[in-house]
């Protein structure tokens, strides 16, 4: 200790109390009976709380931020006027940083300091820029101390019946404006989570009241900047594209087998059977195209490609319909004289494809085309999408949090009519 | 009081050498009584400098502008609701700075005393304060001083007894402080300032924060 | 970017470079995912009509 025998009275019990703060102190909560009173002899009103509470930081326990020891000198506990919400504040102290403030709200906390710097210039009564960011008012409010224990180097009591309070945001800061006729006095804040403030008093983080709900100063933590995610998003798109162009140009799109067949040449046979075709390189996609003059008709085939080597065979169907007519004086068309069927990963190997068509009354023939190597496009947009989760779902989930963070303030951006 | 001019002190008979080329004010280093020149009808009554948490004494040492500065005297106002210390400073050269300081705030003022030829109810709280032709500040606070106690030697202070207001205002790095006692107000401009700025050196390192 | 902000995306890099490999894969091997055409594979056993001969039959 210092050991200094500084102490300070107490105008109601007479109790000789030590005091941490010495001559600085300006006011005290009696540790003996409680009560609040200043020590200067122009304010002599002693005050009783109604109620008691235990500070979850002890008064006299040290905590060190950026390097300084701060000694938690008092506690207050305010309720806003309005809405009657409660925060729990600690004054803390360091003899060369001065006082700051721990103020903790739902399990929230900031850390606040007095600031030589206010009077910045306002955009609006509701917003400003400051080093790069832009605080927007949060809530304007005033405050009643409804318990406090410690010491205090300003009447805390008296200055918060006196005062309206202002304070601006952009997380994780904090501009906070203290005025009344005598005083204007701006601090600075910043969100600290509660694992740093029980590291700070090195004491276990359970003893600290738990979170809820968004704090107002609560950082979106991501680790990145909004605009590094869209410009990494659009860098994606880029290589995606360019991986598909690349894909796209280099796709041979041979055609390895090309004949139209009639129902007349079918003769007793129930299936066409192609001459083998080679299929060259290593595995690659395999398009098989069948185009048919239909006419309000319709062509079903079912396919056997066999590779004459191995004896795999890949079945599939295709049929292609085409309707047209006209109503009410327009034309509608329906369907496509041609469709694809797309085999993917074939590999080489000679191969020849059995075709059973069913013909209708109309359409008796059909072309084919056995195209080797052909590009999709869908994987490239199924892609796009698949990227685009990532931030999408972050701004969404942004967007809910921000919209939480504002649900208790009065100037919400997000406030609905 | 001039420099090198030497005082012995009424009460005690301890000797004293002014060193500021100017000073108003000596509190004898002994037994704490005020010494000043003459029998001057303003000498302040005899208060001890009450305990506090100032890492500053007389003696620390810091630099201002580059310039080393030693530290000899102090006025320490305690206000309703703050305190300031005004922390006399020889720049080496017999010239007084002084360093105002209060909770980890610094501020230095090496421009004389000036008369507010202005209206004094003006200087409030969030007003526009303007103090020259090309300085405009705002208004931080109006506080009335409660107690005022000296020791060491200072540079020219307005010796007002306590009852007097004390305001300050600011802006952009610039900062003013105006006493205004009946009507009559008088300040000084200076620079705000961080603690990294100064350097300072022969401070009492209290063990509880370490 | 700065290396901090690269180092805040790295799981949606980490997740990027696997879709994006994938999307690689697929076109090297021509795979295409969600193919509307409904493919069977059989094994002949080196018959060159193939299974489907025999429900036309």
Redesign the interface.
């Known amino acids: 200790m210092s050991g200094s025998n500084y102490t300070i009275t107490c105008k109601k019990c007479k109790a000789e109390n030590p005091s941490r703060g010495k001559a600085m102190t300006i006011a005290m909560a009696c540790p003996t009976c409680g009560t609040y009173f200043c020590v200067g002899q122009w304010n002599k009103d002693l005050i009783n709380f109604n109620f008691s509470a235990e500070p979850a930081l002890p008064i006299g326990s040290k905590g060190k931020f950026e390097g300084f020891v701060y000694e938690v000198i008092g506690f207050a506990i305010k309720q806003e006027t309005k809405y009657h919400y409660r925060w729990r504040e600690y004054l803390i102290f360091n003899p060369m940083r001065g006082y700051a403030f721990l103020s903790e709200y739902n399990g929230h906390w900031n850390f606040i300091w007095p600031v030589e710097e206010g009077h910045r210039r306002h955009k609006s009564d509701t917003d400003f820029f400051h080093e790069g960011h832009h605080y927007r008012l949060y809530q304007k409010y005033r405050a009643q101390v409804v318990y406090a224990r410690g010491e205090f180097f300003f009447d805390i009591v008296g200055i918060s019946d006196s005062t309206v309070n202002e304070e601006f945001i952009a997380p994780p800061f904090l501009y906070a404006v203290e005025r009344d006729n005598d005083s204007l006095l701006w601090c600075k804040g910043e969100y600290i989570t509660r694992n740093e403030v029980a590291n700070a008093f090195a004491i276990s983080v359970n003893k600290l009241p738990h979170k809820s709900g968004m704090g107002y100063t609560q950082p979106f933590n991501a680790g990145f900047k909004d605009e590094s995610l869209i410009k990494f998003s659009i860098f994606l798109v880029f290589i995606l594209l360019a991986l598909q162009i690349f894909f796209v140009k280099s796709s041979t799109e041979k055609v390895v087998y090309e004949k139209s067949f009639y129902q007349t040449d079918l003769g007793d046979q129930k299936f066409f059977v192609t001459p083998t075709f080679t299929l060259e390189g290593a595995s690659e996609s395999l398009e098989i195209k069948i185009r048919a003059p239909l006419s309000n008709d319709w062509l079903f085939a079912e396919f056997s490609l066999i590779n004459e080597d191995t004896g795999n065979e890949y079945i599939f169907t295709k049929d292609i319909e085409y309707y047209f007519g006209r109503e009410g004086g327009e034309s509608w068309t329906e369907g496509s004289n041609s469709g694809e069927a797309f085999l993917s990963e074939i590999p080489a190997g000679k191969y020849h494809i059995n075709i059973y068509p069913e013909f209708s009354v109309s359409n008796h023939e059909f072309h084919l085309s056995v195209v080797r190597d052909v590009a999709s496009m869908s994987n490239f947009f199924i892609t796009i999408v698949g990227l685009a989760i990532f931030p999408i779902a972050y701004f969404i989930r942004k967007h809910i949090l921000e919209q939480r963070r504002w649900s208790d303030s009065d100037y919400s951006p997000y406030a609905t009519e | 009081m001039k420099k090198h001019s030497t005082y012995n002190c009424p009460a005690c008979n301890t000797l004293h050498t002014i060193t500021l080329e100017l000073a108003s004010l000596l509190i004898c280093k002994n037994c704490g009584e005020i010494i000043q020149d003459g029998n001057s009808s303003d000498k302040p009554p005899r208060t001890r400098i009450?305990?506090?948490?100032?890492?500053l004494r007389i003696g620390s040492t810091g630099e201002f502008n580059k310039q080393p500065f030693k530290i000899i005297g102090r006025v320490r106002i305690?206000l309703?609701?703050?305190?300031k210390n005004f922390w006399s400073a020889d720049n080496g050269r017999g010239e007084c700075l002084w360093l105002m300081e209060?909770?980890?705030?610094f501020a230095v003022f090496t421009s004389p005393w000036r008369e507010y030829d202005k209206d004094a109810s003006k200087l409030?709280?969030?007003n526009a304060i303007p103090v020259s032709s090309d300085v405009k500040l705002?208004?931080?606070?109006?506080?009335?001083s409660?107690g005022v106690s000296y020791e060491g030697e200072l540079g020219p202070w307005k010796l007002f007894r306590p009852g007097f207001f004390l305001i300050q205002a600011?802006?952009n790095g610039n900062?003013a402080v105006f006493l205004v006692n009946k009507g009559n107000a008088e300040y000084l401009i200076g620079t705000?300032l961080s603690?990294e700025d100064f350097k300072f050196q022969n401070i009492?390192t209290?063990?509880?924060?370490? | 970017m700065e290396m901090n902000e690269l180092k805040g995306l790295r799981y949606y890099i980490a997740y990027a470079a696997v879709v994006i490999g994938f999307f690689v894969y697929s076109g090297v091997v021509g795979w295409k995912w969600f193919n509307p055409t409904t493919v069977e594979h059989q094994r002949t056993g080196g018959h060159h009509v193939g299974r489907s001969y025999i429900y036309h039959k």
């Open positions: 009450p305990e506090d948490w100032s890492f305690q309703r609701n703050d305190y209060s909770f980890g705030s409030r709280a969030g705002i208004g931080d606070y109006v506080e009335k409660e600011s802006a900062t705000i603690l009492i209290w063990n509880e924060w370490k």
